[in-house]
């Protein structure tokens, strides 16, 4: 009986472990961060949540076809850091993103690098390749 329950305990173990690991992915894995494009448009959807922020925004792809992109950006207390509160941003509200493209060109997610804001702030996205925060280019 005891061999059982140590025999279970290690499977849960495994099990809790492999999906943490898995929760949190690298970045690299699913975007381009060497590469930037930049979107212009209308937020959609603000979803301020952990372990991702989301900014859905309402652009235009390279070909100029309409296209919700879907931004992933920081934590809350991470963006909290850089005074960004869950009202910040609503939708319709127009902004400037500069992000990493994905890898899958048929996804429409985008790693945030930095965002312009609708009251003009500029400010970086999260991680060692985000833009410096207020730099204008």
Not at 8 to 13: D, G, R, T, V
């Amino acid at each position: 009986m005891r061999t059982h329950v140590t025999a279970a305990c290690c499977f849960a173990l495994t099990v809790g472990l492999a999906t943490g690991v898995r929760a949190h992915h690298s970045f690299g894995d699913y975007y381009l961060e060497s590469d930037t494009i930049e979107i212009e448009g209308q937020v959609v959807e603000f979803q301020y949540k952990n372990p991702h922020s989301w900014v859905h925004v309402d652009g235009q792809d390279p070909f100029g076809r309409r296209l919700v992109y879907a931004a992933e950006w920081g934590s809350v207390s991470g963006l909290e850091r850089q005074g960004i509160l869950k009202n910040t941003l609503k939708a319709g509200d127009r902004v400037r993103v500069w992000a990493s493209p994905n890898r899958n060109p048929n996804d429409n997610r985008v790693r945030l690098k930095r965002i312009q804001l609708p009251d003009g702030r500029t400010v970086g996205g999260q991680g060692r390749n985000a833009e410096p925060r207020n730099r204008e280019r």
